[in-house]
């Protein structure tokens, strides 16, 4: 019996350094002699963290996978460290509108979206080590407004907001979603190609021809899953905040919200709902920033509350860019550009 067990767990132990090559190999993680062993002991941690939930996903215990991924060898706290969208502070922000409900007839709101499907959803971005998640939730908004707005899909520059949005937002350090989008009404934003995206703050080049400027933003009345689900229904794709740390493996299903607060670190984009067919739970559609290799090709879901208040800090600190205008120098559909003033023409 002792034979068996020591074979056993040679071959464990074979498999996971297996495993661990494979990984270093996918995401093309180098290190030094010295901190490869570490790496090595927290992957394999995280293995068996991954395998113990997978194995209650089988068994039918819980309603999502996970997997190994880009931050496989990383401790739960410096995978926290990485995302630093700022707690709201609503003493920082000017001229704040809250969403009124009653402006909205319920009746209109669709039993599920996803707003990929209706085109105004860009591919999937990779923030990679810079912690602007801010950025990223911000111009994923303000891109589907503008393409609901002009029936045209253009990725904008998180890069700009990254370089030039430095009054209260610093950059790769951290930043709260309501400035950029503040920053986008006052300043106008460029295109991605126009200000590519770098992993780090840059100089701001303030040259750059903008292409959209918001008209301002409305914040969604805190912990009210209802207010959140008639933005997203009615409006379009929106901007929170959640509690990053518990998804850090997720690859597949509804994400429990298990070990989750409302302590948010992380901006993200709404981009629909839904109700699993099976279980018949409701859930959100998330569109995240670490790239395609992650979660549900870089999407994820993650259940409602029963008590409307939003798991993981969903419902927090949401918001969404309103009248947002094309800011092309030159006659788009029905806007009439004049230097760096959009005039929209309503016909």
């Not at 790496?39 to 963290?49: A, D, H, V, Y």
């Not at 009746?107 to 923030?127: A, C, Y």
């Not at 009054?167 to 350090?173: A, L, Q, R, W």
Request: positive net charge.
């Amino acid at each position: 019996m002792k034979i068996i067990f020591i074979l056993t767990l040679t071959a464990y132990f074979s498999q996971a350094e297996v495993t661990f090559r494979s990984f270093q190999v996918q995401h093309k993680k180098k290190y030094s002699a010295l901190e490869l062993t570490r790496r090595e002991q927290i992957f394999n941690q995280n293995l068996i963290k991954i395998q113990k939930n997978n194995e209650k996903y089988r068994k039918g215990l819980v309603s999502y996978q996970m997997g190994i991924n880009q931050f496989s060898d990383l401790t739960e706290e410096e995978f926290s460290s990485r995302f630093k969208t700022l707690p709201l502070n609503n003493t920082k922000l000017k001229n704040v509108l809250t969403q009124d409900s009653n402006n909205f007839n319920i009746s209109d709101l669709p039993e599920s979206i996803d707003w990929r499907e209706k085109g105004i959803v860009t591919e999937v971005k990779d923030q990679g080590l810079c912690g602007a998640c801010w950025a990223f939730s911000a111009t994923g908004a303000l891109e589907g407004q503008l393409a609901l707005n002009y029936k045209t899909l253009i990725p904008i520059s998180e890069q700009q907001l990254i370089d030039c949005d430095t009054k209260v937002n610093v950059g790769c350090d951290g930043g709260y979603i309501q400035e950029a989008l503040q920053f986008a009404t006052t300043n106008g934003l460029t295109t991605e190609e126009n200000y590519p995206y770098i992993q780090a703050r840059g100089y701001c080049r303030k040259w750059k021809k903008n292409v959209v400027r918001g008209g301002g933003y409305v914040n969604i009345l805190p912990y009210n899953e209802t207010d959140l689900k008639l933005a997203v229904g009615l409006m379009g794709p929106v901007s929170v905040a959640i509690h990053s740390g518990p998804f850090q493996f997720y690859q597949s299903g509804i994400h429990s919200g298990a070990a989750c607060t409302d302590n948010v670190d992380h901006g993200v984009l709404v981009v629909g709902y839904g109700k699993n067919t099976s279980s018949q739970e409701e859930y959100w559609l998330l569109k995240n920033s670490w790239g395609t290799s992650w979660g549900e090709n870089g999407y994820f879901k993650l259940a409602m509350s029963k008590n409307n208040t939003g798991l993981c800090g969903i419902a927090k600190q949401s918001c969404y860019p309103i009248n947002v205008t094309n800011c092309g120098y030159s006659l788009v559909q029905n806007v009439l550009v004049l230097g760096l003033v959009c005039i929209k023409l309503f016909f």
